[in-house]
C-alpha cells in the first residue's frame, strides 16, 4: 500500500510546479470557501471589472489612454447602474408588493381549477391527493410569508448591506480596471520564477472566464429584454419580475429553466385559464428557451471548452452548495479550470519492475 501511495505521488507530485499549483488551489478555494460571504463586494467587483475589461481593451486598441478609457467605461457603468436604481428596481418591487397583496386570491383560483382535475382525470388523480396537494401549498406560502415578513422586519442591516455594496462595489471595479496590470504584477511577484504549468493554466482560464462572464452577462440581458417584450405583448401580469426570473434562470443551466417555467405558467393559468392566451404565453416561453439553447449559448459560448451536461449539473450543485449564488454563477468555469488542471498536470511515466525470465 505505501509503495503504491509513493509511486503516486511519485508521478504527479515530482514537479516543483505541480506542487505549487496544488497548493495555489488548495489556498484559493479554502479563502473563498471561508470567508466568502466578507469577500463578497469583491467577487462582485471584480466579476463587473472583467466584464468591462473589453470595452476598455476597445478603447485602448482605438488609440484612447488608459486612464480616459477607464473613466469613460467606469461613468458609463454608473449611469446604467443609476437608471436601474431610479426605473427598474421600483418597477420590479412594485411587482414584488402586487403579487403578494394577489396571492391570496390566486390560490382561491388554483384551489378551484385544481378541484376540477378529477372530475376530469378520475384515473389518475383522487380528491384526497388534490386536497392533500392544496394543504401542502398552503403551508409552503405561509412558511414564505412568514419568511418574507421576518425579512422585512429585520429590513436595516439589509438596507446597510446593501448601501455598503453600493458603495464598495463602483470604487472596487474603478480600481480593478486602473491598476489591473499593477495588481497582475504584484500577484506575480509571490510565484516562483520558473512557473511555464501555472502561467498555462492561469492564461487558458483567464480567457475562458472573461469570456464566460461576458457571454453569460449578454445571454441574461438578451433573455430578460426578449421576455419582457413577449411578456408585455401579450399582456402578462408582472412582465418586468417574470422577465427578470427568466434572465437570472440561466445563470443555471437546464435547471434554471425548468424552475422558472412554473410561476410563469402560474401566472398565466391564474390571468386566463387555460385559454388561448395562456397557450400562447406557454409557446412563446418555449420558443425563447429554444433559440436560447440552440442559437444564443453556441454563439457567445462557440470558444467554451466542451463539458459534458452530467459534468455540469455536478458542478452546480458541488460549487452552488458550497459558495450560494457565485458557486452557481461560476459553476462552469470552475469545472473548466478542474478539467484544464487535469491536462496540463504534469506526469511521469510509471515505473514498470523488469521481471527477468530464467531459461
Known amino acids: 500500500m505505501l509503495n503504491v501511495l509513493r509511486g503516486w505521488v511519485h508521478r504527479y507530485f515530482s514537479d516543483e510546479e505541480a506542487v505549487v ?10 479563502t473563498v470557501l471561508t470567508l466568502g460571504h466578507m469577500l463578497a463586494p469583491v467577487l462582485a467587483g471584480l466579476v463587473l471589472a472583467f466584464l ?4 476598455v481593451g476597445a478603447l485602448e486598441r482605438a488609440r484612447i489612454p488608459h486612464l480616459v478609457a477607464v473613466w469613460l467605461v467606469f461613468l458609463m457603468f454608473v449611469g446604467v447602474l443609476t437608471i436601474c436604481l431610479l426605473f427598474l428596481v421600483p418597477l420590479l418591487w412594485q411587482q414584488v408588493l402586487t403579487l403578494f397583496n394577489e396571492l391570496p386570491r390566486m390560490l382561491v383560483e388554483w384551489q378551484s381549477l385544481l378541484l376540477l382535475l378529477p372530475e376530469r382525470y378520475p384515473q389518475l388523480l383522487t380528491e384526497e391527493q388534490v386536497l392533500r396537494g392544496i394543504d401542502f401549498m398552503r403551508g409552503e406560502v405561509g412558511r414564505y410569508g412568514q419568511l418574507v415578513l ?3 422586519l429585520s429590513s436595516l442591516p439589509l438596507l446597510l448591506s446593501l448601501m455598503i455594496y453600493l458603495i464598495l462595489v463602483p470604487i472596487l471595479v474603478f480600481f480593478f480596471l486602473k491598476d489591473r496590470q499593477q495588481i497582475s504584477d504584484w500577484l506575480s511577484g509571490y510565484l516562483p520564477r520558473e512557473r511555464a504549468l501555472i502561467t498555462q493554466v492561469s492564461q487558458e482560464m483567464n480567457m475562458q472566464i472573461a469570456n464566460y462572464i461576458r457571454g453569460k452577462a449578454i445571454e441574461i440581458l438578451i433573455c430578460g429584454v426578449v421576455s419582457y417584450a413577449v411578456f408585455a405583448a401579450l399582456e402578462l401580469n408582472y412582465a ?6 427568466v434572465g437570472i434562470s440561466v445563470v443555471v443551466p437546464y435547471i434554471g429553466a425548468t424552475v422558472v417555467t412554473i410561476p410563469i405558467a402560474l401566472i398565466g393559468l391564474f390571468q386566463w385559464g387555460l385559454g388561448d392566451q395562456f397557450i400562447y404565453l406557454m409557446v412563446a416561453y418555449a420558443i425563447i428557451q429554444a433559440l436560447d439553447g ?20 455536478c458542478s452546480v450543485l458541488l460549487f452552488g452548495g458550497l459558495w450560494g449564488f457565485w458557486g ?8 473548466t479550470l478542474f478539467k484544464a488542471v487535469l491536462y496540463a498536470w ?3 511515466a510509471a515505473t514498470v519492475p523488469v521481471v527477468e525470465s530464467v531459461v
Open 52 to 55: 468591462m475589461q473589453g470595452l
Open 346 to 348: 504534469p506526469r511521469r
Open 150 to 152: 421576518t425579512s422585512s
Open 328 to 335: 452557481v454563477f461560476f459553476a462552469i468555469p470552475l469545472a
Open 294 to 313: 440552440n442559437v444564443l449559448v453556441p454563439l457567445l459560448f462557440s470558444e467554451a471548452v466542451n463539458l459534458h451536461p452530467v459534468a455540469i449539473i
Open 240 to 245: 418586468a419580475l417574470m422577465a427578470l426570473l
Open 21 to 30: 499549483l496544488a497548493v495555489l488551489l488548495v489556498v484559493a478555494f479554502a
